[in-house]
Nanobody
């Protein structure tokens, strides 16, 4: 249902854009979040957006560098990542919130995508 894409290898200071496509209109009226999980670490919240795209939230570690947005006509949510750092290296997942708004708590989400790997070299 959710297809995350756009990951790859980037150099520090570079940028990537991740996409989360919703083929079955799962998140049309729900918030969407991006999470990431680095090797040996717990999954952490990165960014979230409400169902309209009017309200966004970010973790402190990415605030000012990443931007989340959504195109409701295309049923797609994007994560524009800039000023990348090696510590951004992780598998990035998108997920649908159980509510019209996003949350920083992963337990408030359902329908996880398969993840896309982002590797940032120094």
């Amino acid at each position: 249902q959710l297809q995350a894409s756009g990951g790859g290898l980037a150099q520090a200071g570079g940028s990537l854009r991740l996409s989360c496509a919703d083929s079955k209109r799962t998140f049309s009226n729900n918030g969407v979040g991006w999470f990431r999980q680095a090797p040996g670490k717990e999954r952490e919240f990165v960014a979230g957006i409400d169902w309209r795209g009017a309200n966004t939230r970010y973790s402190d570690s990415v605030k000012g560098r990443f931007t989340i947005s959504r195109d409701r006509a295309k049923n797609t949510v994007y994560l524009q990542m800039g000023s990348l750092k090696p510590e951004d290296t992780a598998v990035y997942y998108c997920s649908v919130s159980r509510a019209p708004y996003s949350s920083t708590n992963y337990s408030q989400y359902r329908y996880w995508g398969q993840g896309t790997l982002v590797t940032v070299s120094s």
